[in-house]
């Protein structure tokens, strides 16, 4: 079945290479349509957390912004297939980074940087193209997929333009044995986390969240600045991404604190864009134990 999985995916992407833009995104909108309107895709999902996070905003338009969600979701997947078979010069016409130059400031002299990201708009994209306007190394820190065939065909199509990846387990050993390098390490770290041995319980958009400890807990370690990349859609295909300081000096910093600053600026953007985040995830899925609630 995993063979089978991998050859039909391959034949996808190759297909993919045939589409043009414009086609590309009317396909996009009967695949919204159809999770949305007929398959109803965790439709409740995605209009509880709204809800949660926009009490303030009434039904219609929180049904508006749950159908642009799914038009969001629905591009997001066609474009990263695209951009499987897409010279990388395409791709980077199409996602501009506005100012590396602030992480280039510490890569030039050898300061390793952290680099946090979000479920926001097109994610994919990024991975794809972020080395190329850095002095330093980009990382990106990932979750391999089960069929392997898949997730080597993923990464081979996501290095091409010198990108490193290096498996989410082996992060910690890897940033400290390379303390010394010009490394920008990109993490993904709105999800749930899975261990509940390592959670930081923040307030996101007004209520008690779980969320992943990794970033907070290297910087401290090792006294690494911190970023958010910010992914914003200027028209369907195009994208600028803007980084922002999250903490530029952790050593003074208490546990759980980088990461609810992170999470302030990840709300900042959702309040501005809020059909540009994965609503359909169940992030609240997870509650503090009753001893370790405030």
């Not at 016409?93 to 992480?103: C, H, L, P």
């Not at 990106?140 to 990846?165: D, E, S, T």
């Not at 307030?203 to 290297?218: I, K």
Request: aromatic share 14%.
């Amino acid at each position: 079945m995993k063979l089978f999985g991998y050859i039909l995916f391959r034949l996808i992407a190759a297909l993919f290479w045939l589409i043009p833009f414009w086609l590309l995104y009317r396909i996009s909108n009967g695949i919204a349509w159809l999770l949305y309107r007929v398959i109803g895709y965790r439709k409740e999902v995605v209009v509880s957390n709204l809800k949660r996070c926009f009490p303030e905003r009434g039904e219609k338009e929180i049904e508006t912004i749950a159908w642009k969600s799914y038009l969001n979701l629905s591009d997001i997947i066609l474009e990263t297939i695209k951009s499987f078979t897409m010279p990388v010069a395409a791709v980077e016409k199409r996602y501009v980074f506005k100012n590396a130059e602030d992480i280039n400031k510490f890569t030039d002299q050898n300061q390793p940087v952290l680099i946090c990201g979000s479920h926001f708009n097109n994610w994919e994209w990024g991975v794809l193209t972020a080395n190329i306007d850095f002095t330093g190394q980009a990382i990106g820190v990932y979750k391999p997929l089960k069929n392997k065939g898949i997730n080597n065909y993923f990464n081979r199509k996501r290095m091409r333009a010198g990108m490193q990846l290096i498996p989410m387990k082996q992060t910690f050993d890897y940033v400290a044995n390379h303390l010394n390098k010009p490394n920008a390490y990109f993490f993904i770290t709105d999800q749930s986390p899975a261990n509940k041995a390592r959670i930081h319980w923040v307030d996101f958009m007004g209520n008690d969240t779980a969320c992943l400890s990794g970033v907070d807990t290297l910087a401290r370690k090792f006294n690494m600045p911190v970023f958010h990349y910010e992914v914003n859609r200027i028209k369907r295909g195009y994208y600028e991404v803007e980084y922002t300081e999250v903490c530029l000096d952790p050593s003074d910093q208490k546990e759980g604190e980088i990461t609810q600053q992170f999470m302030n600026t990840l709300a900042a953007a959702l309040r501005r864009a809020p059909e540009s985040w994965l609503w359909s995830h169940k992030r609240w899925k997870k509650k503090r134990e009753p001893e370790l609630s405030k």
